[in-house]
């Protein structure tokens, strides 16, 4: 089961989208809402936001997909999406459950109003990454299939808003691209010939980079936006593995446990340095010192022949 949350201003909309085309939605739970229809769902939504003006987004939008082929019932579904905002600490609010059957995986919508029925403000804090963590858990403990990572394949980009389709064609690029690259500026060059810039966050007025977007137009992302696997600190640990790979020719095989330790101390020292890990691994005095012991031992075997020569 995948964990998706999105944020907006306007409950008309979001209603009119999941409710109007009732050959398509059920609604599975309304709770302090009307549920037979999506115009007076939506009053009764803007009706409780009213207690609390200075929300500037109080819709919080949620999608738990299942995986494509998983037969999951109605009431299966809404009691795994309750579970879901109790371990968010959702409650005391208005919320809609509604089931879509418009794609081959099944799939459910849920609304929230960040307006509880006090007036007072559900916090969103980090609520996509808990989100997702929550997700995992009711996965396992419901024993449903695992998703490993997005499949573009299984992915409607035609039934997408353009916010999200060049949210997957930016993740699309960066997973074809990552790969080869061995450097941010490399990322960054082949980024661009996709039509999509490279934007850095630096800390106050140093040269330590804090965090990293993506636009598109006009629209932007952070890394972790994109996936967790994106952000700054991320992509550097997946750029120094290249270049590690790139050193022994060794793109095919994965780094054993002890390379994979010694490199995570590399980047957490250059963190806290406020060095760039790529840029000193890209100096050969830097990567002959913090190289792993193994990947060493083919360079000293190769220059002890040279002295013979």
Known sequence: MISKILSGKSFGGLCRYLCQDQSRALVLEALGVRDYDHKLMAADFEEQRQ?????KKPVLHAILSYYPGEKITDEKMKQIAKEYLKELGIQNTQV????????KHQHV??????????GKTIKDNWIGLRGK????QLTLKHELVQVQKKNLELTYLEKLNDYQVNRYKVYQAITNELPRCKTLIELEQKLTRHGIETLYKYKGQTKELQGISFQ?????????????????RNLEKSLARNIVLKQENKQHRPLNERQQKTLSQMLETSQSKGKNLLE???HPEHLNDNMPYELMKKKRKQKRQGHHL
């Not at 207690?51 to 929300?55: K, S």
């Not at 963590?133 to 995992?136: C, N, R, S």
């Not at 137009?217 to 890394?223: Q, S």
């Open 51 to 55: 207690l609390n003006l200075d929300l």
């Open 96 to 103: 809609v459950i509604v089931r879509h059957t418009d794609r």
């Open 280 to 282: 000193e691994l890209m």
């Open 216 to 232: 598109v137009g006009k629209y932007k992302y952070k890394g972790s936006e994109i996936d967790r696997e994106y952000s700054i």
């Open 133 to 136: 963590k929550v997700a995992q």
């Open 109 to 118: 919508h849920i609304v929230v109003n960040r307006v509880d029925n006090d």
